[in-house]
């Protein structure tokens, strides 16, 4: 009794509630609504969620929550919200919640929809949970679907009552109306604020919807307390949002209208400015710091507190988003506040202040402007030091001094000058200052400008050593010299130093009189400069000393100078530590000098006895060599070439420096780099051959061919001499000889080093035929057409001058050729030309017009000069190829004015007589070629287009396998691809594939069905090397193939489909789901594939379900889609009973562990 009246009592709760569903409904009239049963309601929302699962992979994490998921669970199909408690309400709210948060970002998709109808029918939120609601669909709020949803909200007594006119008269709620909203009530705006931070990226209209309501909020009134007790918390929320950079972007536009709006507090602006620049991420700290700048501008609080600068110190180049702010935007104020600030905390030279303030002063020239000030507070702060240069703040503050004096020597003296002529007394503070300004200033280029005039003898001296005279400057190194050497302790660490580095001594090795670079090396003070100066500073004086005095020819000075680096510099340096450096250094002197006509040029007899006594590889042969009589360039690099030999790996890569202009050799040194390759290439092949003699013969060939090619185009880009000529045709000798080489190993690399002679200008093309043709002479005769035949029909990844002029020089030679022939050679001979006359037909449709007029003045020559030759010959092939030559030729005009017009024409070309003979000899061509000739053959391929005979293709398919398994067993390279999916596109184009039967039913031939099933293969290899053509195939696949297939061929070719979607990666598993769903596939189908797997899973002891789980996601699809009630109500009989025969399988005792939950879901939908 007690448990009937509870039944009846559930019933009358249901169908209270279903009268209620009635009238509240977001997606249906309320009378359609009431015709939707739970069930199927319940079935729309899984689907949904099902299509958001696949646009956003926060969907999948939602199944994880225990909330979420019993939202969802079938057991809630009848579901009412007062079924629950009050302990049970919060739980229900934080789940729909999280569910509304997802959705807020795809309010408007049809998913969305379905999934929200099942939460206002069954968990009525439109009631319960208003806010969140509102959260989820602010942001479309002028869409008809923001009206919708209104209309049904209850928001009487919210802070939503405001929309009683959407909800009433059915109109959008415009931005203008929103804004208005927010000013009269700031809960608004700020529950959109808080909605935005909560949902995050996941809804980054929300952000903006905050964004532009805000902003126009603080254009349209003026800026009171109240607004800023709301909106400067959300500010400095906002800018903490380190993982959300479309917040912080929202905050930098705001603060930016706020600043320009209202005048903050100094306390806000600080607060502001700190978080700023602390929480700016790398993508956005210069959007950050332009809003610093832009609030150092306008807010006259601004000041730079410690807790903010430290920050901007710390930012990845700070420095230069400060000169690109200060090129483009008013920032003097902020910069002179930084430099202040930096300039009263850093601490030594090394500090992170220090490096940024002497930065800024070399890259901001907005610095200037406050320069005096600036100086004033930079001797403000070594005044606190006591003007003490050994302290860390002290040295800090005198590298920023002499940077600034080197940026504007004028400004800078200016501003010493004023301060040192308030001096009336020489006080002990005074004199801190002179000594202070004396020792920053002393090295530093005409620093007398900077400094009293006042100054002891010693610092005269110091002066002296800069000063304009020659004569002045060099009776200064005498006297320094001397006292040197008279004490050597009190000249370099005495009381009375007079200097404290060795800069200014450099300065005297770069001097312009030849008796002073001399005197320094030669006295004694080379010895002092060696210890006051690094090692890396020394270094590069002396290559400059030393290219500044061979430029001018003077050969004294630069042995002298050469002479001090080899013998003091070298011991002082750690011996070999520069050596390979000397080495670049000494063999660019001896370029730069060779077959120098000029007085005192360095000899070559000197330069080598300086390489044989550098500690280096290199320089062991010449050392041995050094005793001949007579040297010469040419010797040297003989002599590099042998060293190099025997150790390849260890010194090709010191050799390739020499090819790149350095400090050390100011213009290449390609000539003598080729000159030692082509040396050591000599050396290799004349020793014995072995593995390690053949690895470094490639790897020395490698890199002459690049460094060749790249010569050769750098003489061919200058102007034509006869001197360049002459290098051109040098190198181009040497290019044919290692290209005849690399003929066996990579024609690639082959046909670009052809290419390359090819593509150069025509006064040197002229000079360097005969390199071509020895090319082309002796074992290679043979290769001259196939060679011009790759490069016409090459595919180069830029289209530009270069490669025109590389195919239509192509095209002359083949031109050249064809005129050439008598046409009574043998067969294997003519053959040649058989292949080649193709290739020009090819040219026709080159995309740039020039190579097509090359390709027909190529032809027209043929036919004009060779045509009675021609069909006198014995070559059938040859006179095919006569006729449809001649017959394209009629059209010359069409195909010069479009690419195109060649693959019409041969189409045209099948109603004319022996059309079948031509193209049956393009097809052996194409279903013949070799890996070389993958490029050609794609592009005859191109040409047989138009064709549609089905026996024509089909005699291709044999081809295509046996290159299909050598794609499967190794990756093909881009050709071969490109020749698998053109071979494709006809055998899935119904024209071709589709024929009629007798008794007129469509049929597919079987050898374009197995061609396709070999190119859907699920196994490891194939999945990865045949993708591109699985994608293909896919994409090609369509409903008039598929239709004209038989019952077993198509149930064959959906569980290939099947199997490959189980193993495919994420690009081809989505194509085959829209493959999957383009096709009209029945149910019969997964009935015949769901027994199979049934019968495969009670024959098994343990199962996985795999097969079975992919094809019921299949399923659940189609029983969605439109075509499922086209259905006989036979075929979804069966289907339903098949499916129970699945249920009834996976509630096996034995199959338990084996079952997701995932798996039932979609079983159930698919019920």
């Known amino acids: 009794m007690v448990t009937s009246l509870a039944a009846q009592l559930q019933q009358l709760r249901e169908a209270g509630a279903g009268s209620k569903q009635k009238t509240d409904t977001f997606l249906y009239d309320p009378r359609e609504a009431a015709r939707i049963d739970d069930e199927t309601l319940y079935n729309l929302a899984w689907n ?21 998921a019993k939202l969802f669970s079938r057991q809630r199909i009848h579901f009412h919200r007062s079924q629950i408690t009050k302990q049970e309400e919060p739980e229900l709210n934080a789940a729909i919640h999280k569910v509304l948060d997802a ?66 008269q059915g109109t959008p709620l415009l931005r203008a109306a929103l804004v208005q909203r927010a000013l009269d009530e700031s809960s608004v705006i700020e529950f959109v604020f808080t909605a935005a931070t ?58 930016t209208k706020l600043a320009s709006k209202a005048i903050l507090t100094e306390k806000v602006v600080d607060t502001t400015v700190k978080s700023l620049v602390k929480y700016a991420q790398p993508g956005a700290q210069m959007n950050a710091l332009l809003c610093v700048i832009f609030l150092a501008q306008t807010q006259p609080s601004f000041r730079l507190s410690s807790s903010a600068g430290k920050h901007v110190v710390h930012m990845e180049n700070a420095a230069d988003f400060l000169r690109d702010a200060a090129s483009s935007y008013e920032s003097a104020k902020f910069v002179q506040l930084l430099t202040a600030f930096l300039a009263e905390h850093m601490a030594s030279t090394d500090d992170e202040y220090a490096q940024l303030l002497t930065a800024l002063v070399e890259s901001l020239p907005v610095l200037n402007e406050f320069m005096d000030e600036l100086v004033q507070t930079l001797l403000t702060q070594a005044k606190e030091e006591n003007f003490a240069l050994d302290s860390g703040r002290g040295q800090a503050i005198s590298q920023v001094l002499v940077a600034l004096s080197k940026k504007n020597a004028a400004k800078v003296d200016a501003a010493v000058n004023s301060l040192l002529a308030t001096q009336e007394k020489k006080s002990k503070q005074d004199k801190q200052l002179n000594k202070f300004l004396t020792k920053t200033f002393e090295n530093v280029a005409n620093s007398a400008h900077f400094l009293p005039s006042h100054t002891d003898a010693n610092t005269s001296l110091a002066l002296a050593l800069d000063h304009p005279t020659e004569r002045i400057r060099y009776q200064a190194l005498v006297t320094l010299a001397k006292q040197h050497e008279a004490s050597e302790v009190a000249a370099t660490t005495g009381k009375d ?262 593509q150069s200008p025509t006064p040197i ?178 040409l047989l287009a138009p064709v549609k005979e089905t026996a024509f293709w089909a005699q291709s398919v044999d081809f295509f396998h046996q290159t299909l398994a050598g794609c499967s067993a190794s990756a093909a390279d881009s050709s071969t691809t490109k020749l698998l999916t053109g071979f494709l596109a006809h055998y899935l184009d119904t024209e071709v594939a589709v024929t009629t039967t007798k008794h007129k039913q469509p049929v597919v031939s079987k050898e374009f069905l197995d061609v396709l099933l070999a190119v859907l293969r699920a196994d490891k290899d194939a999945v990865v090397r045949l993708q591109k053509l699985q994608l293909f195939a896919l994409t090609r696949l369509s409903s008039g193939f598929y239709e ?102 996976f509630c096996s005792p034995k199959h338990e562990a084996a079952v997701s939950e995932y798996v039932l879901q979609v079983l159930f939908s698919c019920l």
């Open 198 to 255: 909560r949902i995050g990226s996941g809804n980054p209209k929300l952000i903006s919807l905050y964004t532009l309501v805000v902003l126009q909020m603080l254009e349209q009134t003026k800026v009171r307390e109240e607004m800023l007790r709301w909106l400067i918390p959300q500010l400095l929320t906002a800018l903490k949002a380190t993982s959300f950079p479309e917040l912080q972007s929202s905050a930098y536009m705001i603060v």
């Open 497 to 758: 130093q007079v200097l404290t580095s060795g800069n200014v001594l450099l300065r005297r090795l770069l001097d312009d009189s030849e008796r002073i670079t001399k005197f320094m090396v030669t006295s004694s003070l080379s010895g002092l400069m060696l210890s006051l100066c690094s090692k890396k500073k020394m270094f590069e004086t002396i290559v400059q000393s030393v290219h500044k005095w061979s430029a001018r020819g003077k050969a004294s000075v630069v042995e002298a100078v050469a002479a001090f680096a080899l013998e003091s510099f070298r011991k002082s340096a750690a011996g070999s530590d520069f050596d390979d450096k000397f080495l670049t250094l000494f063999v660019s002197l001896a370029v730069a000098d060779r077959g120098s006509k000029k007085a005192g040029a360095v000899s070559i007899d000197s330069i080598w006895s300086w390489i044989a006594t550098l500690d280096h590889a290199l320089s062991a042969g010449a050392s041995k060599a050094s005793k001949k009589d007579s040297k010469t360039i040419a010797d040297l690099a003989e002599n590099f070439g042998c060293v190099l030999a025997d150790d390849v790996p260890g010194l090709l890569p010191c050799c390739l420096r020499w090819s790149q202009a350095t400090d050390l050799n100011e213009k290449p040194l390609t000539e003598f780099l080729i000159q030692t390759l082509s040396s050591a290439r000599t050396q290799l092949a004349a020793k014995k051959s072995n593995k390690k003699t053949k690895e470094q013969q490639a790897s020395l060939d490698q890199s002459f061919r690049f460094i060749l090619k790249k010569e050769f185009v750098s003489l061919c880009e200058q102007n034509p001499s006869e001197t360049q000529t002459t290098r051109a045709v040098n190198v181009a000798s040497k290019l044919a000889g290692v290209a005849s080489d690399v003929f066996a190993v990579s024609r690639d690399e082959f046909d670009a080093c052809v290419a390359t002679l090819l």
């Open 103 to 168: 959705l807020s970002a795809y309010f408007l998709l049809g998913a969305t929809h379905k999934v929200l109808e099942f939460l206002v029918r069954r968990y009525e939120i439109h009631r319960y949970n208003v806010d969140g609601v509102m959260a989820a669909i602010v942001s479309f709020h002028e869409s008809s679907w923001f009206v919708r949803m209104v209309r049904i909200l209850h928001i009487h007594n919210t802070r939503w009552e405001f929309l009683l006119s959407v909800k009433t």
């Open 1044 to 1145: 004209a297939l038989d019952d077993v061929s198509r149930h064959v070719l959906v569980d290939k489909l099947l199997r490959l979607l189980m193993a495919a990666d994420e690009a081809v598993a989505t194509k085959l789901i829209q493959c999957l769903n383009a096709l009209p596939l029945t149910y019969g189908i997964f009935i015949r594939l769901l027994e199979e797997e049934i019968a495969a899973s009670k024959a098994t002891k343990t199962a996985d379900f795999q097969e079975l789980s992919c094809i019921l996601e299949v399923l659940v699809i189609k029983v969605d889609s439109a075509a499922s009630y086209e259905e006989p109500q036979t075929a979804v009989s069966k289907l339903l009973k098949t499916l129970c025969d699945v249920l009834a399988l």
């Open 765 to 942: 093309f002229i000079h360097i035929q005969g390199c071509l043709l020895e090319l082309f002479n002796g074992r290679l005769e043979t290769e001259l057409l196939p060679t011009m035949a790759r490069l016409v029909t090459a595919s180069p990844a830029v289209h530009d001058v270069m490669n025109v002029l590389a195919k239509t020089r192509s095209l002359d030679i083949i031109s050249a050729v064809l005129e050439g022939f008598s046409y009574s050679e043998s067969d294997e001979e003519l053959q040649q030309l058989v292949h080649v006359v193709p290739v020009v037909l090819v040219a026709l449709a080159d995309s740039s017009k020039t190579v097509r007029q090359a390709a027909v003045t190529c032809l027209t020559r043929w036919l004009e000069a060779c045509g009675d030759a021609v069909r006198s010959s014995k070559s059938t092939d040859l006179k095919v190829l006569q006729k449809a030559s001649a017959f394209f030729l009629k059209a010359k005009q069409d195909m010069l004015l479009d690419a195109n017009a060649v693959a019409v024409l041969c189409g045209s070309y099948g109603s004319q007589a022996g059309s079948a003979a031509f193209y049956q000899l393009l097809m052996t061509f194409v279903s013949s070629a070799s890996n070389d000739e993958m490029g050609i053959a794609v592009k005859l391929l191109e």
């Open 48 to 68: 949904g969620l099902l299509e958001l699962k696949q646009l956003d992979a926060r969907f999948e994490e939602l199944d994880a929550d225990a909330g979420v």
